[in-house]
C-alpha cells in the first residue's frame, strides 16, 4: 500500500507557559532543519525504530550507457553530479576506462566462457549535460585528444575515481571547481586539480603526504564547521577501508586515517559523503566478496570523523534481484544527491555483471521523498511510536514535520518543556491531511523546549521550527 506524503504544519493552541529550568536553558545548535536519524537531536524513544526510507528506481533507467569508443568501460563509472541553478542544467562528469585491452581483445560472444582479466588499463574524465536529469547529452568539447580526434567529452586523461565540486567559498575564480583523485593507474598517489569551469582542468598537483592508493570514488568538500577541506578516499589492508585526510588550502593534505570500515566479507568500496541539514551523509558502496556484487548503504557522521552506518547491511539503494538487469550486480552511488524541493535525486552507476567480470555499465537514478534518507516509526505496530527530542531553541512560530503516513495511521506532536509537561499540543495529522493547523506560537518562540512525538503507522523524517 502506498504511503501518502505528508508535509505538515503545527501550531500552538491556547495554553499557559510552564517555566523551563535554567539547566534546561542550553538547545543544541539551532539549524534550519533537524533529521531524526541525528542521535544527537533524540533524547529518548519508546516503541521506536529508525528506518531507512524507501527510494524508486525512475522507470526511464539506466538514462545513458557506454555507447562512445573511448567509453570502453564504465566500471564503477564514479559520477559527481550537481544542478546548476543559474544555467537550469544538469551537469555530470563520470570516469570510464577509455583504454581496456581486455575489453577490445575479447568480443561478446567469447566472454560467456572467459573471465575479465585488466591490464594496461588508463582512465579518463568525461562530461555529460542534461536539462531535466533524464534525457543526457555527451558534447564533443574539443579539449583532449582520444585516437587522434578532439570531437569527444573528455575533459581529463588518466585520473582515477575524481571527485568533483563547485567551491563557493573560494574567491579565486580559476578554483572554482576542484578535483580530487588519484594521479593515475601509473602513478599511485593522490592529486589536486583546479578548474574555472569544469572543463578546462589545471595539471594535477601531487599529494603524496595523504599516503593511499586511492582507487576508488574519491571525493572532497568543505566543512564549514571545521572551516577546512575534508578528503574522503580509500585505505587497505586484508580489506578496502575509507580513509579521511584534511587540507587548509586544497594543496596541503594530512596523511589519511581510517574511520570506517566493514568487515572482510563485506568491504566498504567508497563512500561519496556530502553535508544536509546540520550533519553528515556517507553513500556507502558495501562489496560482498563472496557474491562479487555491491550495494549503497546509508552512513552519518556529526564531525566527518566519527561514522555510524544506519542498520548494516541494509540497502538504501538496492541492487536488482533479477540476474542481468542493469543494476543487478554493481550499484555505486554518485557524489552528491540532487535536492530539490519536492525531493531527492540520488543517481548512481550501476551494471548488469559483477564487480570483477564482464558487465556493462550504465547512469541510473533512484529518488527519495525530502528529508526522507532515514525516520522513526513504531517497532510494535499495533500501538505509537514515542520520540523525544534533546532541548531545541524554538526559533520560529511553527513546528513543521517531514513524514510518510499510511492509511489508518497518524502523527501528533507537542512541545513540551523538562518536566514533560505539555506547553504545546498539536491535533493528530492523518492521512487524508495535506496541511496541519497553523497557529500562533509566539508564546515560546526562542524558549527551550522539547518536541515529542507520537507516531502511528508513519515514520518522521525531520522537523523544524518554521516562522509560520
Request: proline share 7%; with cysteine; net charge neutral.
Amino acid at each position: 500500500m502506498s504511503n501518502v506524503r505528508l508535509l505538515c504544519l503545527f501550531g500552538a493552541f491556547h495554553f499557559s507557559i510552564a517555566l523551563i529550568s535554567a539547566a534546561d536553558a542550553t538547545a543544541l545548535a539551532v539549524r534550519d532543519r533537524y533529521l531524526l536519524l541525528d542521535s544527537r537531536v533524540i533524547e529518548r524513544t519508546e516503541n521506536a525504530e529508525l528506518r531507512l526510507g524507501t527510494v524508486t528506481k525512475h522507470p526511464q533507467n539506466p538514462l545513458f550507457k557506454e555507447d562512445q569508443p573511448w567509453e570502453v568501460r564504465f566500471d564503477n563509472l564514479y559520477a559527481n553530479l550537481a544542478f546548476d541553478e543559474s544555467a537550469q542544467l544538469y551537469r555530470c562528469w563520470y570516469s570510464p576506462f577509455i583504454v581496456d585491452p581486455s575489453v577490445n581483445e575479447t568480443p561478446p560472444a567469447q566472454r560467456a566462457t572467459s573471465h575479465y582479466k585488466p591490464h594496461d588499463r588508463e582512465m579518463g574524465l568525461c562530461y555529460a549535460t542534461s536539462r531535466d536529469g533524464l534525457m543526457w547529452e555527451k558534447p564533443a568539447l574539443g579539449l583532449i585528444e582520444f585516437n587522434g580526434s578532439k570531437a569527444n567529452n573528455l575533459v581529463a586523461r588518466r585520473p582515477h575515481g575524481s571527485g568533483i565540486f563547485r567551491d563557493a567559498q573560494d574567491p579565486d575564480p580559476a578554483r572554482r571547481f576542484k578535483l580530487f583523485s588519484r594521479t593515475s593507474e601509473s602513478v599511485r598517489k593522490m592529486s589536486v586539480a583546479f578548474s574555472p569551469d569544469g572543463l578546462k582542468w589545471s595539471e594535477p598537483i601531487l599529494c603524496p603526504e595523504i599516503n593511499v592508493p586511492g582507487d576508488t570514488h574519491n571525493n572532497a568538500f568543505w566543512s564549514p564547521e571545521l572551516g577546512k577541506y575534508v578528503g574522503i578516499t580509500r585505505l587497505k589492508t586484508d580489506q578496502r577501508l575509507v580513509g579521511r585526510t584534511e587540507s587548509p588550502d586544497f594543496i596541503h593534505w594530512t596523511k589519511a586515517v581510517e574511520v570506517l570500515r566493514g568487515d572482510r566479507e563485506n568491504q566498504t568500496y567508497a563512500m561519496p559523503v556530502f553535508r544536509h541539514a546540520g550533519v553528515y551523509l556517507g553513500l556507502l558502496a558495501m562489496f560482498n566478496t563472496k557474491t562479487d556484487r555491491t550495494h549503497c548503504e546509508l552512513a552519518w557522521s556529526p564531525d566527518t570523523v566519527t561514522w555510524h552506518r544506519i542498520l548494516p547491511g541494509k540497502a538504501l539503494i538496492p541492487a536488482a534481484n533479477q540476474p542481468g538487469a542493469y543494476d543487478w550486480g554493481c550499484v555505486y552511488p554518485a557524489a552528491v544527491p540532487v535536492v530539490l524541493k519536492d525531493g531527492i535525486r540520488l543517481y548512481y552507476g550501476a551494471s548488469n555483471g559483477p564487480h570483477t567480470d564482464w558487465r556493462d555499465g550504465f547512469l541510473a537514478l533512484a529518488t527519495l521523498r525530502p528529508d526522507g534518507f532515514a525516520g522513526y516509526t513504531p517497532t510494535v505496530e499495533t500501538r505509537p511510536a514515542i520520540v523525544i527530542t534533546q532541548a531545541l531553541k524554538a526559533n520560529g512560530k511553527a513546528l513543521r514535520i517531514t513524514a510518510d503516513v499510511t492509511p489508518g495511521g497518524w502523527v501528533k506532536a507537542s512541545l513540551i518543556d523538562a518536566a514533560g509537561k505539555v506547553l504545546v499540543d498539536g491535533p493528530r495529522l492523518t492521512a487524508t491531511t495535506t496541511d496541519g493547523a497553523a497557529a500562533d506560537a509566539t508564546a515560546v518562540l526562542n524558549q527551550s523546549v522539547r518536541v515529542q512525538l507520537e507516531i502511528q503507522k508513519a515514520t518522521v523524517f525531520s522537523f523544524a521550527f518554521a516562522p509560520n
